[in-house]
């Protein structure tokens, strides 16, 4: 059986409904499978839509299609991250973490965060490596909260005050109705975020932020509260098993692919890979390799001069190095044969591989990726 529906008999008029999905890519994968048709998406969002529906009746052929298609055109961050995480396109997961790492401040600021699928929030919120203050995750995090909050707000009627003297006022504001209210928010929003208030690192606040940031939206209790200010103030675990008790995430760490790689292979005594880092200082800490080396060194070089050299390297396909690379400078990374017994074996490759990091130039070159980590 092709297709799971709800059809009961066979000669039935009834409309087939097939849950889920849409019309227009339904009629595409009919086409496809018995008109002989190419596809044509109209645009990423259909491409994903149809990336569900042949996913889900595992037409392997037709999934393959669309995993084209969106390795190609889905550049957008809401989009890579939903065929990451909601798709399950794990070839996404470079692209996504690194659209992310480059662009995580205005992201999270924007109108798009705020309609992510919890899924989505979710996963970022797991990120033990994201090159950002946690304070700018919670103020995302609540603004996702408030937007998704069936109930944010209490109405509450407490007639007309204007003739109240100014004192009484404050007081009611302080311990009446308008904190009643503040609690009742707190908790509705509490439990839209349900269990990604786990996720947050609150001991990765100063205490300034946790007080004047956290505390003020009621969402945690008043003993939760105090368990946390005790924690900031003596570095000692909160003890709150339903919250997390993580300090600062690491920093960003991304991987830079070579591509464009043609099959003919060229003999090297030596290769040399230009590094021009941009504005952040970084950590080299791996290189992979696309084929089996033997009998080589590493030097990495500025201005002419080694700055520091590693190996020999035998037999192998990725080593570590570990050195950082100082902002808005260049390097050269050179590999090296000492022995005319050996040989660097390369192809072509393209002369420029980029980021929001770094732009590492070469003509040829054995490297599969470069892993960076930004300082």
Not at 328 to 334: A, G, I, K, M
């Amino acid at each position: 059986m092709l297709l799971e529906t709800n059809k009961k008999e066979r000669n039935s008029k009834e409309l087939i409904k097939i849950p889920n999905h849409e019309p227009d890519v339904f009629n595409l994968m009919l086409s496809y499978v018995y008109g002989d048709q190419n596809l044509k998406f109209v645009d990423a969002a259909q491409a994903m839509r149809f990336h569900a529906l042949v996913d889900q009746y595992l037409m392997t052929k037709l999934k393959a299609v669309s995993l084209y298609y969106l390795m190609k055109n889905c550049l957008n961050i809401c989009d890579v991250l939903t065929c990451l995480v909601i798709l399950d396109i794990k070839e996404m997961r470079n692209r996504a973490l690194l659209t992310l790492y480059e662009k995580s401040i205005s992201f999270l600021e924007s109108e798009e965060f705020k309609l992510l699928d919890v899924r989505i929030v979710e996963f970022i919120l797991n990120l033990k490596h994201l090159d950002i203050e946690e304070i700018h995750l919670w103020r995302a995090l609540l603004s996702w909260a408030k937007h998704n909050c069936g109930n944010s707000t209490m109405q509450v009627e407490s007639g007309d005050e204007s003739d109240e003297p100014a004192a009484k006022k404050q007081c009611t504001r302080e311990n009446g109705l308008e904190g009643d209210a503040q609690k009742a928010e707190g908790a509705s929003l509490r439990k839209t975020l349900g269990s990604l208030l786990y996720y947050v690192r609150f001991l990765a606040m100063s205490v300034k932020e946790f007080a004047e940031e956290v505390v003020k939206t009621s969402i945690l209790t008043d003993y939760e509260m105090t368990r946390m200010f005790v924690a900031l103030a003596s570095g000692k675990p909160h003890g709150l098993k339903y919250l997390s008790e993580e300090g600062k995430r690491y920093p960003t760490v991304f991987v830079l692919e070579f591509k464009g790689y043609t099959t003919e292979e060229s003999n090297f005594s030596n290769l040399i890979h230009i590094i021009q880092v941009k504005n952040r200082r970084l950590r080299l800490k791996s290189v992979n390799l696309t084929n089996v080396l033997s009998h080589f060194y590493v030097n990495l070089e500025k201005n002419n001069s080694k700055v520091s050299t590693f190996g020999p390297f035998s037999n192998c396909t990725s080593f570590t190095l570990d050195i950082i690379l100082e902002a808005n400078q260049s390097y050269d990374l050179v590999f090296e044969t000492r022995s005319s017994s050996y040989s660097i074996y390369a192809s072509q490759c393209e002369p420029h591989h980029s980021c929001n990091y770094c732009t590492v130039v070469n003509s040829s070159s054995c490297i599969k990726s470069l892993t960076f980590i930004v300082s």
